[in-house]
Antibody, heavy 124, light 107 residues
Framework: EVQLVESGGGLAQPGGSLRLSCAASGFTFSDHYMDWVRQAPGKGLEWVGRIRNRVNSYTTEYAASVKGRFTISRDDSKNSLYLQMNSLKTEDTAVYYC???????????????WGQGTLVTVSS | DIQLTQSPSFLSASVGDRLTITCRASQGIGSYLAWYQQTPGKAPNLLIYAASTLQSGVPSRFSGSGSGPEFTLTISSLQPEDFATYYCQQVDSYPRTFGQGTKVEIK
């Protein structure tokens, strides 16, 4: 059974940092691209970014709203995905989900499994 | 960035109703569109991908159609567990974007 479990959420101050983790199991983690998606309270879904697999050199993509502040990484030996969030802003307050990308093929990279989410609150 | 506009944003319906939600893209995205369902407090769940392909395990009352700028999600006979918020998402280009959501509530 595919499982994705996020952790690391909590309260952070504006300008502060937080590191989220996503522990994966039930599938060959190293084969898949992985993404982060967030959802502000009462709002819709916002894509945060992606990390590709080793075959694709672990390259990354980011939303403009987080580029330069957030960094996505992975450790295939630990089946884990990470989101390092720096220079946090109040508007980064959201539930953060990690999501497995179904296929690395162009136009087929939908999110077929999601974690339960972890809440990040940025407030002074 | 590609903007996705869903209509309506809110829908009140009854069990057994046929429901259609529309998603319009600001530019052509071929068939590179998915639909997700989200119930309160839960993560989204993939329903449809490639505009019209039903994800494994999703009931056949859900269907998707369309290409280019306009897509539709149809629920043929609404069930109690279908009252949720639905999002479309494009995977044609970066950044990946979602529609604003359509909330389906019980009439």
């Amino acid at each position: 059974e595919v499982q994705l479990v996020e952790s690391g959420g909590g309260l952070a101050q504006p300008g502060g940092s937080l590191r989220l983790s996503c522990a994966a199991s039930g599938f060959t983690f190293s084969d898949h691209y992985m993404d982060w998606v967030r959802q502000a309270p009462g709002k819709g879904l916002e894509w945060v970014g992606r990390i590709r697999n080793r075959v694709n050199s672990y390259t990354t993509e980011y939303a403009a709203s987080v580029k330069g502040r957030f960094t996505i990484s992975r450790d295939d030996s630990k089946n884990s995905l990470y989101l390092q969030m720096n220079s946090l802003k109040t508007e980064d307050t959201a539930v953060y989900y990690c999501a497995r990308v179904q296929s690395s093929s162009y136009g087929r990279d939908y999110f077929d499994y999601w974690g339960q989410g972890t809440l990040v609150t940025v407030s002074s | 960035d590609i903007q996705l506009t869903q209509s309506p944003s809110f829908l009140s319906a009854s069990v057994g109703d046929r429901l259609t939600i529309t998603c319009r893209a600001s530019q052509g995205i071929g068939s590179y569109l998915a639909w997700y369902q989200q119930t309160p407090g839960k993560a989204p769940n993939l329903l449809i991908y490639a505009a019209s392909t039903l994800q494994s395990g999703v009931p056949s009352r859900f269907s998707g159609s369309g290409s280019g700028p306009e897509f539709t999600l149809t629920i043929s006979s609404l069930q109690p567990e279908d009252f949720a918020t639905y999002y479309c998402q494009q995977v044609d280009s970066y950044p990946r974007t979602f529609g604003q959501g359509t909330k389906v509530e019980i009439k």
